[in-house]
């Protein structure tokens, strides 16, 4: 494989220890963003991951996301990384939304409880509108001849137009978290 010195764009057919060589003898600045496996250069860190991730070019053995299959350098940055972009629960190895679905057998939580307590300790509003009220998830009373649709032979959310089978179908998909906000 072919590297090259970026100041000088001098080439070497040896490698990239030669390169580092000529870099370390003529004061020339090694590339800072350079994949693993090739001789690509990047201009910064976010490039020359999605390079190696589209392309593969991780060693086989590096720290890889379960959830998407990117991989990274070090474990902290899988960790890091399905925070920011999974909101991952490290604690029982799920997503953080199922606290609102009261999911978590950790936390005896549902939506409304979680709404309450973030409400109730948020006394400047940094998250909350002091303005908008909470009263706790919404009930429907569904009318079943308006929610039938008779082209399609199913119950029709109003809302999303979602098809269902059922009436119970119907009711359990309006008061899920989908239309509660």
């Given amino acids: 494989m072919t590297y090259y010195c970026t100041d ?12 580092d060589q000529h870099c370390q003898a003529t004061g ?10 090739c001789s690509d250069c990047f201009e910064d860190e976010y490039d020359r991951r999605q390079h190696m991730n589209l392309e593969q070019h991780w060693r086989r053995n590096a720290p890889q996301c379960q959830l998407c299959g990117d991989r990274a350098v070090t474990q902290a940055e899988i960790r890091e990384h399905e925070i920011e972009r999974h909101f991952h629960c490290a604690d029982c190895n799920r997503l953080s939304h199922h606290l609102e679905r009261g999911s978590c057998p950790r ?8 709404y309450r307590y973030i409400k109730n300790r948020d006394h400047r509003s940094l998250i909350t509108n002091k303005e908008l009220a ?13 929610a039938w ?24 998909h309006l008061e899920s978290p989908r239309h509660q906000q």
């Fill in 149 to 172: 649709n008779p082209w399609s032979k199913a119950f029709e959310c109003y809302l999303c137009h979602k098809l269902h089978m059922t009436l119970t179908g119907l009711k359990k």
């Fill in 8 to 19: 000088c764009d001098k080439l070497f057919y040896a490698g990239r220890k030669a390169r």
């Fill in 134 to 146: 909470w009263y706790g998830d919404k009930t429907y009373a569904i009318n079943p001849t308006a």
């Fill in 28 to 37: 020339h600045a090694s590339p800072a963003f350079e994949c693993d496996s």
């Fill in 107 to 114: 936390v005896p939580m549902d939506r409304n409880k979680l």
